[in-house]
């Protein structure tokens, strides 16, 4: 059974002394995506961490959509989002949009006006930014600070319909100019933005900023425990400032952790989409992203990210995972659920010259041996099999124990063979091998005559189905870089590579998303967007083995 409960950590340990203390007597979380990309990783374990409380508290989570930007927004995003949490295995207790919030926003902002905690001001943004001061000097106060109540609250149901463009006027919360925290000195709570809202339509050309809808919603939806990332802390004020002042019955509260932050990933919407724009990557659901769109396709699993997320729990300082890490828990949860089989990647022709022609015999081998519930398959053995052009070499190495000539091999699951003879092309190029077979070396018979050092895969070539391979490397070559550089100089041009082989004739059932272990290659799923009835195309997930230790 799967282990649902986090480990004690600091959040935790605010939760329990809000129940202890009477504050909360339900724990509601909320998860508030923007809905301006598709959601990666670090969201993820935003995700599990959230669900994953509110469960063990037994409370309830909300999907939030934060779409109070309607220039960034698609219904595309909204729709992926839904589907990648409950991919990973959540349904949320309700489905929320700050949207549906905008007339109390409005009224509470209106409120503001009244209790002459807000503005409406006429300087541009530059000028806003000039005024604003810098964090060795206090701003200066704006002229428009002195208005009065009833001149801002005409301004601002002006700005509500539509008499200003864009940029000519916002509304700024009245804090304190000299504050020491710069998201203090009245920051500005609502521009005018005369776009259509995926979810609201024409109706408002006036928007909310995310500092002072965010914590408006939380108090909305009575959550208890806003959980955000670190670069958050420093507006925890304006968060709670605006829940004072804006007289909300409930009463959230925020708490910042460390966000995730991967070795060789871009972990940014922004330059994930970058990538998608520049053509570095065919989409959000490249198996190359870190996505969780991408992630899915590529073959990850929803219980390999849920044992990640929950492995690296969550702490107040920033540190950086090893994204063998992840690739660590997805071999642990395929290693006994995925099936056995073989493939040649880059296929070499074999002729057993001893073996009689047109005879096809069927051989048994286990299709999980880790799993030996899941049974046995049967694989077709012929005169005409293909191998691996890597298990095979003219003029080897010493130590090499594969096929050369005058050497002598054990096909798994099969026989032994014996390289006699090889055919080339007229450029010198190998592309046959003649061989012989042991028939009395057949494998699962008990034989124990001589041994063989080199064991190699094979799949028969009568009857075998061809695929395409699609091999993965790490997209982003390093993490660090300077601020004067742009991350596209470390993407790596070798994060993909296609090539042409193989599979056994069984894989004529394989449908996407179905995981395989091929034998030496690693773990593979099957696209389920390239693959079609004529062609199958396996993504590598990760291969077999890495030097990574828990």
Same mark, same amino acid.
């Given at each position: 059974?799967?282990?649902?409960?986090?480990?004690?950590? %600091?959040?935790?340990?605010?939760?329990?002394?809000?129940?202890?203390?009477?504050?909360?007597?339900?724990?509601?979380? #909320?998860?508030?995506?923007?809905?301006?990309?598709?959601? /990666?990783?670090?969201?993820?374990?935003?995700?599990?961490?959230?669900?994953?409380?509110?469960?063990?508290?037994?409370?309830?989570?909300?999907?939030? %959509?934060?779409?109070?930007?309607?220039?960034?927004?698609?219904?595309?995003?909204?729709?992926?989002?839904?589907?990648?949490?409950?991919?990973?295995?959540?349904?949320?207790?309700?489905?929320?949009?700050?949207?549906?919030?905008?007339?109390?926003?409005?009224?509470? &902002?209106?409120?503001?006006?009244?209790?002459?905690?807000?503005?409406?001001?006429?300087?541009?943004?530059?000028?806003?930014?000039?005024?604003?001061?810098?964090?060795?000097?206090?701003?200066?106060?704006?002229?428009?600070?002195?208005?009065?109540?009833?001149?801002?609250?005409?301004?601002?149901? #002006?700005?509500?319909?539509?008499?200003?463009?864009?940029?000519?006027?916002?509304?700024?919360?009245?804090? =304190?100019?000299?504050?020491?925290?710069?998201? @203090?000195?009245?920051?500005?709570?609502?521009?005018?933005?005369?776009?259509?809202?995926?979810?609201?339509?024409?109706?408002?050309? *006036?928007?909310?900023?995310?500092?002072?809808?965010?914590?408006?919603?939380?108090?909305?939806?009575?959550?208890?425990?806003?959980?955000?990332?670190?670069?958050?802390? =420093?507006?925890?004020?304006?968060?709670?400032?605006?829940?004072?002042?804006?007289?909300?019955? &409930?009463?959230?509260?925020? *708490?910042?952790?460390?966000?995730?932050?991967?070795?060789?990933? +871009?972990?940014?919407?922004?330059?994930?989409?970058?990538?998608? =724009?520049?053509?570095?990557?065919?989409?959000?659901?490249?198996?190359?992203?870190?996505?969780?769109?991408?992630?899915?396709?590529?073959?990850?699993?929803?219980?390999?990210?849920? $044992?990640?997320?929950?492995?690296?729990?969550?702490?107040?300082?920033?540190?950086? +995972?090893?994204?063998?890490?992840?690739?660590?828990?997805?071999?642990?949860?395929?290693?006994?659920?995925?099936?056995?089989?073989?493939?040649?990647?880059?296929?070499?022709?074999?002729? *057993?010259?001893?073996?009689?022609?047109?005879?096809?015999? @069927?051989?048994?081998?286990?299709?999980?041996?880790?799993?030996?519930?899941?049974?046995?398959?049967?694989?077709?053995?012929?005169?005409?099999?293909?191998?691996?052009?890597?298990?095979?070499?003219?003029?080897?190495?010493?130590?090499?124990?594969?096929?050369?000539?005058?050497?002598?091999?054990?096909?798994?699951? &099969?026989?032994?063979?014996?390289?006699? =003879?090889?055919?080339?092309?007229?450029?010198?190029?190998?592309?046959?091998?003649?061989?012989?077979?042991?028939?009395?070396?057949?494998?699962?018979?008990?034989?124990?005559?001589?041994?063989?050092?080199?064991?190699? /895969?094979?799949?028969?070539?009568?009857? $075998?189905?061809?695929?395409? %391979?699609?091999?993965?490397?790490?997209? *982003? +070559?390093?993490?660090?870089?300077?601020?004067?550089?742009?991350?596209?100089? /470390?993407?790596?041009?070798?994060?993909?590579?296609?090539?042409?082989? %193989?599979?056994?004739?069984?894989?004529?059932?394989?449908?996407?998303?179905?995981?395989?272990?091929?034998?030496?290659?690693?773990?593979?799923?099957?696209?389920?967007?390239?693959?079609?009835?004529?062609?199958?195309?396996?993504?590598?997930?990760?291969?077999?083995?890495?030097?990574?230790?828990?």
């Amino acid at each position: 059974m799967e282990n649902k409960t986090t480990s004690s950590n %600091f959040i935790k340990n605010i939760i329990n002394e809000d129940l202890k203390s009477g504050e909360y007597n339900e724990i509601v979380t #909320r998860f508030p995506p923007e809905p301006n990309g598709y959601l /990666h990783i670090g969201h993820a374990k935003s995700i599990v961490l959230n669900f994953d409380l509110a469960d063990e508290y037994n409370g309830k989570t909300n999907l939030r %959509f934060d779409d109070t930007n309607p220039l960034k927004e698609d219904q595309e995003f909204v729709d992926s989002i839904k589907e990648d949490v409950k991919w990973l295995g959540y349904e949320w207790e309700n489905l929320c949009f700050a949207s549906n919030y905008f007339d109390e926003m409005y009224d509470r &902002a209106v409120l503001l006006i009244k209790k002459g905690l807000a503005y409406v001001e006429d300087l541009s943004v530059d000028e806003i930014r000039e005024y604003r001061g810098t964090l060795k000097e206090p701003g200066k106060e704006s002229p428009s600070r002195s208005r009065s109540v009833e001149e801002n609250l005409d301004l601002f149901e #002006r700005m509500k319909n539509g008499e200003f463009k864009n940029g000519e006027k916002v509304l700024r919360a009245k804090i =304190d100019m000299a504050s020491p925290n710069i998201n @203090m000195r009245d920051p500005v709570i609502y521009r005018i933005s005369h776009a259509n809202h995926h979810n609201t339509g024409d109706k408002w050309c *006036i928007y909310p900023m995310y500092a002072y809808a965010h914590p408006l919603e939380d108090a909305i939806e009575g959550v208890t425990h806003s959980i955000c990332t670190l670069e958050f802390e =420093d507006q925890r004020p304006l968060y709670n400032w605006v829940v004072e002042h804006s007289e909300v019955e &409930a009463k959230p509260k925020q *708490i910042e952790f460390a966000r995730l932050n991967l070795t060789n990933t +871009v972990m940014s919407k922004r330059k994930l989409k970058q990538l998608i =724009d520049e053509n570095y990557v065919d989409g959000w659901d490249d198996p190359r992203m870190p996505t969780i769109s991408g992630l899915r396709r590529r073959g990850f699993t929803p219980e390999a990210i849920r $044992a990640f997320c929950r492995e690296i729990g969550v702490a107040k300082s920033y540190s950086t +995972v090893d994204v063998q890490m992840l690739e660590h828990f997805v071999r642990e949860d395929l290693k006994l659920k995925s099936p056995r089989t073989m493939a040649v990647l880059k296929p070499l022709k074999v002729v *057993i010259t001893n073996y009689p022609e047109g005879q096809v015999e @069927m051989l048994d081998a286990e299709i999980n041996p880790e799993n030996p519930e899941m049974g046995t398959r049967q694989i077709p053995f012929s005169r005409e099999i293909y191998i691996e052009q890597e298990d095979f070499m003219e003029n080897p190495p010493k130590k090499y124990f594969r096929l050369f000539p005058g050497n002598e091999v054990r096909l798994k699951h &099969a026989y032994f063979i014996k390289c006699e =003879d090889v055919i080339k092309d007229e450029e010198g190029n190998v592309i046959e091998l003649h061989c012989t077979y042991d028939p009395e070396t057949k494998s699962g018979t008990g034989f124990t005559g001589r041994k063989v050092k080199g064991t190699i /895969h094979w799949v028969e070539a009568t009857n $075998a189905k061809s695929a395409e %391979f699609r091999l993965y490397d790490s997209l *982003i +070559v390093e993490n660090e870089e300077e601020e004067s550089e742009s991350f596209l100089d /470390h993407v790596n041009p070798n994060s993909l590579e296609i090539v042409n082989g %193989f599979v056994e004739p069984n894989m004529d059932e394989a449908k996407a998303q179905d995981k395989y272990q091929f034998f030496r290659h690693g773990y593979f799923n099957v696209d389920p967007k390239e693959t079609t009835a004529e062609k199958l195309v396996f993504n590598r997930i990760v291969s077999l083995k890495s030097s990574f230790k828990l």
